[in-house]
């Protein structure tokens, strides 16, 4: 069934990072590739500059436009999206109240595997008082059930994966794969667990890409200007447009990768890897990642589960290092079925987008 052409507008706040900001500019894409117009209001588009710098200031379908400099008394569209509960401006909402037919109001949330989610995905929230009175806002959460709004999937993206060159694609970096070298990419916060991992790591012959910014800063400090230890050898990578990123990945035998955007690339990816969850103060992210290793390791044999859990926990300085170390090489060589599988259920739940455009057609 094809969805009609609908006018969205999609409000993103940069908090900090980059996942914000990635999540809604992968959003926008792939609404737009399936033919709906796209305004993504930003406060701050500067990241776009190498994420997407062979479609800024815009894509097909996609405009991106400052907030709050730009939004002078533009009207909203058929679908308004407020990502991450960023608070939308007063004088659009009124605008939204005032249209005769009200636009389809979304609060997009966080994604977390945790039971809450099931249970307040699609919630109604009347608005009773304010700028928006009289207008519903509906919560979406994305998630890994079907009892969810799915992860972002653009079509197409595993028969480009099947299809991806690693080698061919290692040699335009400059860097040849020795025939026994695994591939491992790091993107990661500050990490104290970062030395363990290195030193595990080293143990057998090993490329580790690292992405820039907070990974690439440890590793130097770490390495010196060599980026050598052991039977490992480090390079240090520009930071990436998205879909080089993914291609990053798909190239890697496994993955560490944080936050919220590249843990479901990582997903998509379908190789082994480790998330280093994006910390809260109240400690609320230790909840957040044991929920997700529940469904992740559902299927997988006790052993490799234990491990994977201990591993994980670790490396977010949620335990001590377990006894035997951290066992990143036995993730490499035992976590791929786990992985294969957890991919393989995830693409049987709808994308997020595909349930997005379903959902404002006919809401509630
Ligand atoms: O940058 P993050 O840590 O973002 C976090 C999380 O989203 C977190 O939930 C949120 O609360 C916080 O920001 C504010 O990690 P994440 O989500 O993986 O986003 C990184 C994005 O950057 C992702 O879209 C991939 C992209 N990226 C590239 O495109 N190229 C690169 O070279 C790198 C390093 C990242």
């Given at each position: 069934?094809?969805?009609?052409?609908?006018?969205?507008?999609?409000?993103c706040?940069?908090?900090?990072?980059?996942g914000?900001?990635?999540v809604?500019?992968r959003?926008?894409?792939d609404?737009a590739?399936?033919?709906?117009t796209?305004?993504?209001?930003?406060?701050?588009?500067?990241?776009?500059?190498?994420?997407a710098?062979?479609?800024?200031?815009?894509?097909?379908?996609?405009?991106?436009?400052?907030?709050?400099?730009?939004?002078?008394?533009?009207?909203?569209g058929?679908?308004?999206?407020?990502?991450f509960?960023?608070e939308?401006?007063?004088?659009?909402?009124q605008r939204?109240?005032?249209?005769?037919?009200?636009?389809?109001?979304?609060?997009?949330?966080?994604?977390?595997?945790?039971a809450?989610?099931?249970?307040?995905?699609r919630?109604?929230?009347?608005?009773?008082?304010?700028?928006?009175?009289?207008?519903?806002?509906?919560?979406?959460?994305?998630?890994?059930?079907t009892?969810?709004?799915?992860?972002?999937r653009?079509?197409?993206?595993m028969?480009?994966?099947?299809?991806?060159?690693?080698?061919a694609?290692?040699?335009?970096?400059?860097?040849?794969?020795?025939a026994d070298?695994?591939?491992?990419?790091?993107?990661?916060?500050?990490?104290?667990?970062?030395p363990?991992?290195?030193?595990?790591?080293?143990?057998?012959p090993?490329?580790?890409?690292?992405t820039?910014?907070?990974?690439?800063?440890?590793?130097?400090?770490?390495?010196?200007?060599e980026?050598?230890?052991?039977?490992?050898r480090?390079?240090l990578?520009?930071?990436?447009?998205?879909?080089?990123?993914?291609h990053l990945?798909?190239?890697?035998d496994?993955?560490?990768?944080?936050?919220?955007?590249?843990?479901?690339?990582?997903?998509?990816?379908?190789?082994?890897?480790?998330?280093?969850?994006?910390?809260?103060?109240?400690?609320?992210?230790?909840?957040?990642?044991?929920?997700?290793l529940?469904?992740?390791?559902?299927?997988?044999p006790?052993?490799i589960?234990?491990?994977?859990?201990?591993?994980?926990?670790?490396?977010?300085?949620?335990?001590?290092?377990?006894?035997?170390?951290?066992?990143?090489?036995?993730?490499?060589?035992?976590?791929q079925?786990?992985?294969?599988?957890?991919?393989?259920?995830?693409?049987?739940?709808?994308?997020?987008?595909?349930?997005?455009?379903?959902?404002?057609?006919n809401?509630?």
């Amino acid at each position: 069934m094809t969805n009609p052409a609908l006018h969205w507008d999609v409000f993103c706040r940069v908090i900090d990072n980059f996942g914000d900001i990635g999540v809604c500019w992968r959003l926008a894409r792939d609404l737009a590739g399936r033919g709906q117009t796209v305004r993504l209001w930003l406060d701050d588009r500067s990241a776009l500059d190498w994420m997407a710098p062979e479609v800024v200031p815009g894509a097909p379908g996609v405009e991106v436009r400052d907030w709050p400099e730009t939004l002078g008394d533009e009207q909203p569209g058929d679908v308004v999206i407020e990502a991450f509960g960023c608070e939308l401006p007063e004088p659009f909402l009124q605008r939204m109240a005032r249209r005769p037919h009200a636009p389809v109001w979304i609060n997009l949330e966080y994604l977390s595997a945790q039971a809450y989610v099931e249970r307040s995905h699609r919630l109604r929230s009347p608005q009773f008082s304010g700028p928006a009175a009289g207008l519903d806002k509906w919560f979406f959460y994305p998630g890994f059930t079907t009892r969810t709004g799915g992860l972002l999937r653009a079509p197409g993206l595993m028969a480009e994966q099947a299809a991806f060159d690693r080698e061919a694609w290692l040699a335009g970096l400059g860097l040849r794969r020795a025939a026994d070298e695994r591939v491992v990419t790091l993107f990661c916060y500050d990490n104290p667990g970062l030395p363990a991992l290195l030193a595990e790591l080293a143990e057998r012959p090993c490329l580790l890409l690292v992405t820039a910014g907070a990974a690439a800063r440890q590793v130097q400090a770490l390495l010196g200007p060599e980026l050598r230890q052991g039977r490992l050898r480090a390079h240090l990578l520009p930071l990436l447009s998205q879909p080089e990123f993914d291609h990053l990945l798909w190239a890697s035998d496994l993955n560490l990768v944080r936050g919220e955007d590249s843990f479901v690339r990582a997903q998509w990816a379908g190789k082994p890897f480790i998330w280093q969850i994006y910390p809260q103060h109240d400690e609320a992210h230790a909840a957040k990642l044991g929920a997700f290793l529940s469904l992740y390791l559902a299927a997988t044999p006790d052993a490799i589960a234990a491990r994977t859990r201990a591993l994980w926990r670790a490396w977010n300085g949620l335990q001590g290092a377990p006894a035997q170390g951290l066992g990143a090489w036995s993730l490499l060589e035992q976590g791929q079925e786990a992985a294969t599988q957890w991919r393989q259920q995830l693409l049987i739940q709808a994308d997020l987008s595909s349930q997005l455009l379903s959902f404002v057609a006919n809401p509630g």
